[in-house]
């Protein structure tokens, strides 16, 4: 099989399972939580490190957000059986960069890995996120090109494939909705938070032998908690967070 044959095979493999592959990853995490330690053994640079990586991951979800809210229904959705796009999206975070969701995503977890304060972790998830990553978007760039042809060459010619030049803003073609972007991305919210705390109880545990989980974090994830149930209701008993033809 010839390489890119090979490419392609085995990113729509990838991108099928795209949802659940990071889960192998877990026994890294548990290997790196040997090293496990406060910063300089001071529980309050350990408060402002987990803060910093709490906004690495934010801020990844926050590109989702900004995404999501301003694109058309048939496009950047989670199918995960096929690849799916009725338009080619090209303004809004799609004219800064071809691969914005992706670009969360290397955000959301590269706060997850530096949470855990080991520099050969953090390394080795970039690493395997760029290879799992580049082999999904080879096919998903394979799939627009034969449906969107000589419009999609144009503008993956201009348009950098994975980290976003500002300078190519353009106004999204759809106004950015907030019902939208929380109706798709609530779950994803609630799912960082809950990484972040399952983190935190195995670093008290490493640090202190005892499962605890100190006032902030108990707050983080109360509230976080009470906002999915919120939200999941709003998206699965009304249409509040569905608009028409997004």
């Known amino acids: 099989m010839a390489l890119r044959e090979e490419l392609e095979k085995s990113g729509q493999w990838l991108f099928r399972w795209r949802s659940y592959l ?23 640079l350990d408060r402002v490190w987990e803060i910093f990586c709490l906004a690495v991951s934010f801020t990844g ?6 995404t999501l809210g301003s694109v058309p229904t048939g496009t950047s959705g989670r199918n995960t059986k096929s690849q799916l796009a009725k338009t080619l ?32 972790f953090s390394l080795i998830i970039v690493l395997l996120f760029w290879i799992y990553y580049e082999r999904i978007m ?10 969107f042809g000589d419009e999609f060459s144009q503008w993956a010619e201009h348009t950098p494939a994975f980290f ?14 907030w019902r939208t972007a929380l109706g798709k991305e609530y779950s994803g919210f609630f799912a960082i938070v809950a990484v972040f705390t399952v983190l935190e109880l ?9 499962i605890s989980l100190d006032f902030m974090w108990g707050i983080i994830f109360s509230v976080s908690l009470v ?7 709003l998206k699965k008993k009304t249409r509040l967070l569905t608009l028409e033809g997004r």
């Open 22 to 44: 990071p889960l192998v990853m877990a026994g890294l995490f548990l290997l790196a939580f040997k090293n496990f330690h406060y910063p300089f053994n001071s529980p309050l």
């Open 61 to 66: 979800l926050a590109v989702r957000l900004i």
């Open 89 to 120: 999206n090209t303004t809004g975070m799609y004219a800064m960069v071809r691969h914005p969701l992706y670009f969360g995503n290397f955000l959301i977890w590269l706060g997850i890995s530096l949470f855990i304060r080991v520099w050969w």
């Open 138 to 147: 080879f096919a998903e760039e394979k799939f627009l090109r034969e449906k």
């Open 164 to 177: 976003p030049d500002l300078k190519k803003w353009q106004k999204p073609e759809f106004p950015f909705s």
């Open 202 to 210: 195995v670093g008290e545990i490493v640090v202190r032998g005892r």
């Open 227 to 233: 906002l999915y149930l919120v939200l999941r209701f």
